[in-house]
């Protein structure tokens, strides 16, 4: 259930390219000297933090894949001990990146939305 919440904001907002999409994205204009204008995209984000929210939820959406395969399977991959420290470790980074690096340089961002 979690997957799928997940896996329909992400898609509702990056690949049915919705408002918020494009607002979101780096545009620049400019007017030339004889007339007329341009408008150029950036498709790179300027800042770092959108792309460091990225792979942070790519991380996060990972571990939740691996623990629908394994509910899948009836828990057999969690049952498995390398699995299972695997995993642990996988959680153990993404806690420390958000709490330790991601929520300390961007004290602005909601927590509640990026929850592990």
């Not at 994205?25 to 498709?43: C, D, H, R, Y």
């Not at 969690?78 to 420290?85: L, R």
């Given at each position: 259930?979690?997957?799928?919440?997940?896996?329909?904001v992400?898609?509702?907002?990056?690949v049915?390219?919705?408002?918020?999409?494009?607002?979101?994205?780096?545009?620049?204009?400019s007017v030339?000297?004889?007339g007329?204008?341009?408008?150029?995209?950036?498709?790179?984000?300027?800042?770092?933090?959108?792309?460091?929210?990225?792979?942070?939820?790519?991380?996060?959406?990972?571990?939740?894949?691996?623990?629908?395969?394994?509910?899948?399977?009836?828990?057999r991959?969690?049952?498995?001990?390398?699995?299972?420290?695997?995993?642990d470790?996988?959680?153990?980074?993404?806690?420390?990146?958000?709490?330790?690096d991601?929520?300390?340089?961007?004290?602005?961002?909601?927590?509640?939305?990026?929850?592990?």
């Amino acid at each position: 259930m979690k997957l799928d919440e997940t896996i329909g904001v992400l898609s509702d907002s990056y690949v049915h390219f919705t408002p918020e999409f494009y607002s979101n994205l780096s545009w620049t204009a400019s007017v030339e000297p004889g007339g007329g204008a341009k408008i150029f995209l950036n498709f790179f984000h300027p800042e770092d933090q959108p792309l460091e929210r990225q792979y942070f939820l790519f991380g996060y959406i990972h571990a939740m894949i691996l623990r629908t395969f394994d509910r899948c399977v009836d828990g057999r991959f969690m049952a498995d001990a390398t699995f299972a420290s695997l995993y642990d470790g996988l959680m153990s980074n993404l806690h420390r990146l958000l709490h330790e690096d991601y929520l300390r340089k961007y004290p602005g961002e909601v927590e509640e939305e990026l929850k592990v």
